[in-house]
T-cell receptor, first 118, second 114 residues
Framework: DVKVTQSSRYLVKRTGEKVFLECVQD?????MFWYRQDPGLGLRLIYF???????EKGDIPEGYSVSREKKERFSLILESASTNQTSMYLC?????????????????FGPGTRLTVL | GENVEQHPSTLSVQEGDSAVIKCTYS??????FPWYKQELGKRPQLIID?????GEKKDQRIAVTLNKTAKHFSLHITETQPEDSAVYFC?????????????FGSGTRLSIRP
């Protein structure tokens, strides 16, 4: 059974603080993702990683950075938190696509971190 | 870039009736279309998916249809039950061999009236 965990369920920070959100998966998945979920906007991809030390920007990377030093852990960093980053943050992981190319694997989500920036 | 539009944003149906959620996508190269269900306070979970070489797929009370020409795909839930109440997300992907990036729709909040 795939397990994706996130370091906090609820987090309250102040404007300008540096914020770390941690995600850990225990299924040896190659791919990991960070999304933010806002009402009416669905799940928007912030960053993703398909291998250790590899990262690619998603649709809304501004104001965020990521770190993947180990295969099982993917961190989202808010360098200087702002009120418009108040949101639900969801981490997900998936296996690398099997060969031949063109296949996509299910993404398994963590429970989410509700971040409030005051 | 790729865009996925989802309608309606909210849907209320009588228990036992059918529910239909529709999505359109912009990138004709998309070839994989999953649907995720998120119950209140829980994480999204995959409930069904369809690939571009298939026009329809069924799993018990749930079915998905795909019209590649029109770039439309839909989720159909028959004989709805209270446990179907949730937010449903459609998504599209081009199925890259590495990162499997998925673009999600904005979600549909489905409510089942007793």
């Amino acid at each position: 059974d795939v397990k994706v965990t996130q370091s906090s369920r609820y987090l309250v920070k102040r404007t300008g603080e540096k914020v770390f959100l941690e995600c850990v998966q225990d299924m040896d998945h190659e791919n990991m993702f960070w999304y933010r979920q806002d009402p009416g906007l669905g799940l928007r991809l912030i960053y993703f990683s398909y291998d250790v030390k590899m990262k690619e920007k998603g649709d809304i990377p501004e104001g965020y950075s990521v770190s993947r030093e180990k295969k099982e852990r993917f961190s989202l960093i808010l360098e200087s938190a702002s009120t418009n980053q108040t949101s639900m943050y969801l981490c997900a992981s998936s296996r690398a696509s099997p060969r031949p190319a063109g296949s996509v694997n299910e993404q398994f989500f963590g429970p989410g971190t509700r971040l409030t920036v005051l | 870039g790729e865009n996925v539009e989802q309608h309606p944003s909210t849907l209320s149906v009588q228990e036992g009736d059918s529910a239909v959620i529709k999505c359109t996508y912009s990138d004709s190269a998309s070839n994989y279309f999953p649907w995720y269900k998120q119950e209140l306070g829980k994480r999204p979970q995959l409930i069904i998916d369809i690939r571009s070489n298939v026009g329809e797929k069924k799993d018990q009370r749930i079915a998905v249809t795909l019209n590649k020409t029109a770039k439309h795909f839909s989720l159909h839930i028959t004989e709805t039950q209270p446990e179907d109440s949730a937010v449903y997300f459609c998504a599209a992907s081009k199925g890259y061999s590495s990162a499997s990036k998925i673009i999600f729709g904005s979600g549909t909040r489905l409510s089942i009236r007793p």
